[in-house]
């Protein structure tokens, strides 16, 4: 019984969401810098304007989500139907939604999947790409799941857990079609 109680509580823990301490404006500046690295095709005003509105409607979906515990941890709720949203695919396809409406045109966004099909492991996010280019490696994964709502964003080649890859039935189709 110890071993196991011990285990549940490392479980909970080793799961905790990432605390965003650092100033808000910061993880704007980090992440438009990233895009201006990446992506060729981006202006400055663009790249502002993306980091800021990813970053904080990141932390709209959190509040609307009603997150108050580890993202796996809120999955189990949602498929329990204690709580109605929050599931990967739900925070990617809002994001995507949201962001789209901002009508950028030096970049194009794309819905991105890694594990498609494994009940498990499965995981959604978006790839910021340039124009006319849907390699992925010249991307910049938003994942606004994986830290319950604090954006975390890498170029999506760097990614340390997840191999990526479009979808093609998720975004503008999807996003028409409900």
């Not at 910061?26 to 790249?47: K, R």
């Not at 739900?90 to 794309?110: E, I, K, M, N």
């Not at 124009?131 to 010249?138: E, F, I, M, S």
Request: proline fraction near 6%; hydrophobic fraction near 40%; glycine fraction near 6%.
């Amino acid at each position: 019984m110890r071993w196991w109680t011990l285990g549940l509580l490392w479980l909970l823990t080793a799961c905790t969401p990432h605390l965003d301490l650092s100033p808000e404006g910061t993880q704007d500046q980090v992440l438009s810098v990233m895009l201006l690295d990446v992506l060729p095709t981006i202006s400055h005003s663009e790249a502002t304007k993306l980091s800021h509105e990813a970053i904080h409607y990141s932390k709209k979906l959190a509040a609307r989500y009603e997150i108050t515990t580890p993202p796996l941890v809120h999955n189990f709720l949602v498929n329990t139907g204690i709580k109605n949203r929050g599931l990967c695919y739900q925070w990617s396809d809002d994001l995507y939604a949201y962001l789209q409406s901002l009508h950028l045109r030096s970049v194009q966004l794309r819905p991105v999947g890694a594990n498609i099909g494994k009940y498990w492991t499965e995981h959604n996010a978006l790839v910021v790409l340039p124009v006319h280019d849907n390699r992925l490696d010249h991307g910049v994964l938003l994942d606004p799941w994986r830290h319950a709502g604090v954006l975390y964003f890498v170029p999506i080649s760097k990614d340390p857990v997840y191999h990526w890859q479009i979808r093609t039935d998720r975004g503008e189709a999807y996003t028409h079609a409900k």
